[in-house]
């Protein structure tokens, strides 16, 4: 499937860059991200992120993809450059936490709902009514990174289970709400992925090397960003047969 038009929002590193330099393959990709930024004292992709990026043939546009009307904005924009849009990735996460949930300030709880579950509602939200109008042989198809965090619990990142937990909802609604259409909704579960966030995990736990958190995977390591990525290729291009599917992309965790 070439030609096909893409976004990424939450693509300018980690597993959203490996996302958008291979989706770039099979056509136009666009990445929205806010960089040089930081949420709760994570800090965002740079501008040395986005200048890779675009040495790769793939533009950015600076969004803050938790305000609903700049993601629309920009989403009609790549649309209107491109007569069209096919695959919609939800890729934008922060972390934050490191004590229970009696202890979690609001704040926490509120900003990972807000950057890790509300930037996947407001992408499907901008990206589905350019979707509505492909052909469904065109298998349209919009695509959120949850986590391992959306089906487990994980000792003090409380907001941060809670928000993936809400991400994994959004999959789950927008596949009811497209029954019927030629639009696919797919969930992708990646478990510790060698990133910026498994590295501010392990800070958040005290730790300086993120091997013991690799320990609870069948795999026993990092995921590599680029395997990742794989599934979401899949999850993009496979059309209804995974409607409404979270793919567990995750190593194993806690299954070995």
Partial sequence: MTGRVAVVAGGGRGIGAAVARRLRAAGPVTVLDAFDGETLGYRHATSSDRTALTDDGIPCREVDLRDLDATRAAVDAVAAEHDGLDVAVACASVIAGGTPLWETDIAVRDGLLAADAATAWNLASAAVPHLLRRPAGARPTVVVLTSAAGAHGLYGLSAYVVAKH???????????????????????????????????????????????????????????????????????????????????????????
């Fill in 166 to 256: 809400a991400a994994t909802g959004v999959v789950r609604a927008l596949a009811a709400d497209l029954v019927g259409t030629g639009v696919t909704a797919v969930g992708v579960a990646p478990g510790a992925t060698d990133s910026p966030m498994l590295a501010a995990t392990a800070r958040l736990y005290g730790m300086d090397d993120v091997q013991p958190l690799a320990e609870h995977q069948a795999a026993r390591r990092p995921l590599d960003p680029d395997e990742v990525a794989a599934v979401v290729e899949l999850a993009s291009s496979a059309g209804t047969v995974l409607h409404g599917a979270v793919l567990d992309a995750d190593g194993g965790f806690g299954r070995g």
